[in-house]
């Protein structure tokens, strides 16, 4: 997948996604949840997601003022976030996540 710098509306933010290895067999990526973050070149935490892998579409899609990711708990929707983060991402980043 293709995190790292990228720059909306001319605002550099570095995107992180880290796999979480759900699922009964953890070597089987499709069975994987990836938790992917949205920081601010300061290191400040912007936005979270979790979605599961999907093999329709192995990368993240960047526009100039959003980002696509696959979603849909397997089932390949694609869902596009607002860039830069709203503040309610940013409030959504810090509860606690209340369901597995």
């Known amino acids: 997948m293709n995190g790292g710098i990228h ?3 001319g ?3 570095n995107i992180v996604l880290c796999g979480l ?3 009964i067999d953890p070597g089987n ?3 994987d949840e990836i938790l992917l973050s949205v920081y601010s070149m300061q290191g400040e935490l912007l936005a979270e997601r979790y979605f599961e ?3 329709e579409l192995r990368e993240l899609e960047y526009g100039n003022n959003y980002l696509i990711y696959a979603d ?3 089932a390949g929707f694609e869902t596009r976030m607002a860039m830069p983060p709203t503040r309610l991402d ?3 980043a810090r509860l606690p996540r ?3």
């Open 53 to 55: 892998f999907a093999w």
């Open 29 to 31: 990526i499709q069975d």
């Open 72 to 74: 849909g708990d397997g």
């Open 90 to 92: 940013w409030i959504r």
């Open 7 to 9: 720059t909306f509306q």
């Open 98 to 100: 209340l369901w597995p």
């Open 11 to 13: 605002q550099q933010y």
């Open 21 to 23: 290895a759900g699922g």
